[in-house]
């Protein structure tokens, strides 16, 4: 993945701009020795490392607008982050950049139960969001994988989704407004409290916009209750295909479960190896998990039970026990790490039409052969977006480059039935070349436009989500 050469000129003035930094920030929140700046040298794309120039840990919103006049004032990039769990390279540093941690921003400032919302600084982690509200019998629906660690921010920044967001939708239809500080040091209010905002849908921009506008501060964030009950069952196939015209023929039924997680043999192996989940030895296993009373739930998880059954199921179990579904949730939420136990791989991130999911899931399997890679796949079936993990060896000469020209091909093929690059984890340095495929000229042209007018010196998160042979005039033109 080609990465800008650094300019050398900011480089080269680095004494200078830390004294900048440790003015209006204290000591401890600037980190600029070349031994501590390598603890952010990457996030979960870890295949791609450079530590930034320096790193700042701000702990209010006006120290953030601080921090980004004085790098406004001196012409310097800057890379927004949350907590680095980006698998896009969303996070990645340029030798040249400041990276602007939210970490130290992590207080709840708001629980209003009768209008149901939370406002909370950014870098507070997903988790504890709901850990805030649980007691009182509420939560916040999102949940990623990876949400014991990432923060609000990021999560806003890739408008995150998780195994639940079939039912609850993803991050842009959980936030209700933020605070956002603008490159020149501007803060600025969009949305509310409420469901709609007047004016142009600016939220809907900010929510995805994957650090390239603003660098945002506080959010607020719907909060629902608690529902009566819930329990999943585990559905195993002896095919791919076959589980994926199940999941098809749910969804075209017009059930609503609350997740259709799906797993194949590699992962389901290197699950139980690691969380001890009880998940069927089998090709394929669907997690489908309902709500509501016992009847509703009884009532549910009969008509799926009845769709599945026409699939010729080899196991068809439901969760007995709150302890059981809990160990059934910690096996699909611990698939990557269980994965990157055994294996070096690179996560995929297409959504395709539920409908495609045989086709796509045969023609995953074909492209793999061809390659001569392995590629395990864990994903939120529900919503057709597909995580393939393709599996590589990093000390071989040659793999990761394999692997990720394989990657390009199954997103391209995500675009070609319908689908596009990326579902929930961004478009970062990883799909930034891939643009093109999903859009045209005239649309990126469009999004460049937006861009414009938010960082009109292109100084946020450079390098990432568009091409750099589109950026580059740009970024010549700003300067
Ligand atoms: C094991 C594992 C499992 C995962 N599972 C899921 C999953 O189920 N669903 C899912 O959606 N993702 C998942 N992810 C990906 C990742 O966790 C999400 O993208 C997450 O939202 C990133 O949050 P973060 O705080 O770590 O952000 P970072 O990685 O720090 O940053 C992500 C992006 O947001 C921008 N950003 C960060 N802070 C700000 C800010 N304050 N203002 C503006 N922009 C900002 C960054 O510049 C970057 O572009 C997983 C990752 C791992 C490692």
């Not at 069927?280 to 039970?305: H, K, R, T």
Request: glycine share 10%.
């Amino acid at each position: 993945m080609e990465m800008p050469t650094p300019d050398a000129a900011i480089v080269s003035r680095k004494a200078r701009i830390v004294r900048r930094l440790l003015q209006v920030l204290p000591e401890d929140a600037v980190i600029h020795e070349p031994h501590e700046t390598r603890a952010y040298e990457c996030d979960a794309l870890t295949a791609y490392k450079c530590p930034p120039l320096a790193a700042v840990l701000p702990a209010s919103t006006d120290e953030v607008a601080a921090v980004l006049r004085v790098c406004h004032e001196e012409g310097i990039p800057v890379v927004p982050r949350g907590s680095g769990t980006s698998l896009a390279g969303g996070a990645l540093p340029t030798a040249d950049c400041v990276i602007l941690g939210v970490a130290r921003l992590n207080e709840v400032i708001e629980t209003n139960y009768d209008d149901r919302y939370i406002r909370v600084q950014t870098g507070r982690t997903n988790l504890s969001v709901t850990g805030a509200v649980e007691e009182d019998g509420w939560f916040y629906a999102p949940d990623p994988s990876s949400q014991l660690a990432c923060a609000i921010a990021g999560n806003i920044g890739m408008n995150s989704g998780g195994a639940h967001c079939l039912k609850y939708g993803v991050t842009t239809n959980n936030l209700l407004g933020v605070t956002m500080v603008l490159m020149d040091g501007t803060v600025t209010e969009i949305g509310g409290a409420h469901l709609d905002a007047a004016g142009y849908d600016l939220l809907g921009v900010i929510c995805g916009s994957e650090g390239q506008l603003g660098v945002v501060t506080e959010a607020t964030l719907r909060i629902l209750p608690k529902p009566e009950g819930a329990r999943p069952v585990l559905i195993g196939f002896d095919s791919n295909e076959v589980a994926g015209q199940c999941v098809s023929d749910i969804i075209k039924a017009g059930v609503l479960p609350v997740a259709i997680e799906f797993m194949d043999r590699p992962c389901i192996r290197a699950t139980e190896a690691f969380a001890g989940a009880g998940y069927p030895d089998c090709e394929a296993l669907l997690i489908v998990e309902v709500e509501g009373s016992d009847a509703e739930i009884d009532n549910q998880l009969g008509l799926i039970g009845q769709i599945a059954r026409g699939h010729d199921p080899v196991e068809l179990r439901e969760s007995g026990s709150a302890e059981e579904s809990a160990r059934i949730w910690l096996g699909r939420k611990s698939a990557f790490g269980a994965m990157g136990q055994i294996n070096d791989y690179i996560c995929l991130d297409g959504t395709i039409p539920v409908s495609e999911l045989p086709k796509v899931l045969g023609k995953i399997r074909e492209l793999s052969q061809g390659y001569g890679l392995d590629v395990a796949n864990v994903f939120h079936a529900g919503d057709g977006n597909m995580h393939p993990l393709i599996l590589f060896d990093a000390n071989r000469p040659g793999d990761l480059d394999k692997a990720e020209a394989l990657g390009a091909e199954i997103l391209r093929l995500c675009v070609e039935v319908g689908g596009c690059l990326t579902g929930e984890h961004g478009v970062g340095v990883e799909k930034r070349d891939l643009m093109e495929a999903q859009f045209a000229p005239e649309d990126l042209e469009a999004q460049l436009r937006v861009k414009d007018v938010f960082d009109p010196a292109w100084l946020l998160n450079p390098a990432k989500v568009f091409p750099l042979s589109v950026t580059a005039s740009r970024r010549v033109a700003a300067e």
